[in-house]
Every structure is written in C-alpha cells, then in structure tokens.
C-alpha cells in the first residue's frame, strides 16, 4: 500500500515519526514534505498529497500541522477527498468505516507521537463497511459534483 504523507512546519516532527513507522511496517511512503522547520504555509503542502490521492498515485494519505485542522481543511479542497482531522483513534477507524475517508489529518501540537502512531494504524487497519454507509458516502460526493457544475 502506498501512502501520501506531507505536514508543514508545525507537523514535521510527528510526520517524520510515522514515515519511520509506517516503513518499518513496510509501507511503501510518498513523502511531500516539508523538511524542515522553515515556516511553510500548510495549503501548498495539502494540495500536493491530496492531488496525489486524488489522482490513484497513493491509496491514501496522511496529513501533519499544528493543529491537523488547516491541512485537513485544504485537503479537501481537492475533488475526490475525504479528509478527517482525527485526536483519537474510535474516530481514526471509523472515518475509515463509515466515512470511506482517503486523508486523515493530525495535529503535531495537540498529539503527542504515540498516540499519533496509535492514530495511523487504527485508520490503516480499518476497512469501509459500505452498506447503507455507502450511500451517504456517495450523497457526499453528489454535494461535491453538484458545485463544481455551479
Ligand atoms: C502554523 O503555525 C499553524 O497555523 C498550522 O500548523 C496549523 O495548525 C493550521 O491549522
């Protein structure tokens, strides 16, 4: 499974954190960035990994700020995702369960890294339940077709 990653500069440590993790799970990880502690803005960033799961090069991605609440704003944005900002892990499984979410988003400043890691896996090792799921999943996406035709 391939998995976009990007955070901005308040993410970095705990993006940095589950690149290692989810290699040493062998993931194979797409890393947008950003690298360093420079003061970045968290769209430029959000737009990369979302566009990347958009458009089926990750199966999904995985999103770092201060907050997980900007970077999680812009990723959706992008036509085709589903990003939750999640701080625990009931929500982490079940936006995967009954959301189908493609993204989720984290914040470094409210999250601390084991419970980040804790976040990552619950998210990864649930599965979409479909079912009447599947309907209110595909009436979100009619809302997105129906403004994008505005
Ligand atoms: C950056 O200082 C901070 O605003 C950003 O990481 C994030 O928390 C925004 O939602």
Redesign the pocket.
């Known amino acids: 499974m391939k998995i976009a990653l990007a955070c901005?500069?308040?993410?970095i440590n705990l993006k940095e954190a589950i690149k290692k993790h989810l290699e040493k799970n062998n993931y194979e990880v797409v890393d947008f960035g950003t690298d360093t502690t420079d003061s970045v803005d968290?769209p430029d960033y959000a737009f990369k990994a979302a566009t990347a799961v958009a458009q089926k090069d990750a199966d999904c991605g995985i999103l770092v700020?201060?907050?997980g609440?900007?970077?999680g704003i812009a990723a959706n944005k992008v036509k085709g995702i589903r990003c939750a900002t999640v701080g625990d892990t009931f929500s982490a499984r079940m936006t995967k369960a009954h959301n189908d979410a493609n993204m989720i988003a984290l914040?470094e400043?409210v999250t601390g890294i084991g419970l980040g890691l804790d976040i990552v896996d619950a998210y990864l090792n649930s599965s979409f339940e479909g079912g009447r799921h599947q309907k209110r999943v595909d009436k979100i996406m009619e809302i997105e077709k129906l403004l994008n035709n505005r």
């Open positions: 901005d500069h308040g993410g968290y700020c201060g907050t609440i900007g970077i914040g400043r």
